[in-house]
């Protein structure tokens, strides 16, 4: 079975971070992954993305026109990627900075104040692993506790950053409960 996510919002909110830590996780999980990350003039504060494909066999092409899922950190990106999706999957919109739903109802639809969340912790910067491990805790798309291995292997030469980027992980698995 093969699946797909789109990650997309402003440049600067991490978002190839999260693509980065899922592939990673889905490796260590023994599948075929590829990861295609968006740069340019995104990098400095518009949209960008990244595509992550998880597959049990060989990924014939990473370019993919309509992902499975979509993390949507900002408007602009749920507008573009939502209506491009495929039925089934799951969508997760950061609700602190997106007041509109993605218009889908063949979807689940998550909605997560993921920088409300992260400001609560003490820095928006973690706001991106929130929206990931609800993402993750929703589609359980690899395995949750892996998910959290690499986010520490991802900040082990910055290791005073883990502990809040462990929280920012609990927060947003908590998040993805709620409906």
């Known amino acids: 079975m093969q699946s797909e996510v789109m990650f997309a919002g402003f440049g600067g909110q991490g978002i190839l971070l999260m693509g980065s830590i ?3 996780a889905a490796m260590e999980e023994g599948s075929e992954v590829a990861w295609i990350p968006s740069y340019g003039p995104e990098m400095r504060g518009g949209t960008a993305y990244c595509l992550v494909v ?4 060989p990924i014939g092409s990473p370019i993919i026109r309509n992902p499975m899922h979509l993390v949507a950190m900002n408007r602009p990106s749920l507008e573009k990627f939502a209506p491009m999706m495929k039925p089934n999957g799951v969508v997760v919109i950061n609700s602190s900075l997106i007041t509109i739903r993605s218009g889908r109802e063949d979807v689940d639809e998550i909605l997560v104040p993921a920088n409300d969340i992260a ?3 003490g820095t928006t910067k973690v706001a991106n692993i929130v929206a990931l491990s609800a993402f993750v805790a929703r589609s359980k798309i690899v395995e949750f506790d892996l998910l959290g291995q690499w986010i520490k292997k991802e900040f082990s030469s910055r290791e005073k950053l883990i502990p809040i980027n462990m929280e920012a992980l609990a ?5 993805a409960r709620v409906r």
């Open 22 to 24: 899922l592939a990673h």
């Open 119 to 121: 400001r609560e912790l």
């Open 171 to 175: 927060q947003g698995q908590k998040a």
């Open 54 to 57: 998880i597959s049990d066999r």
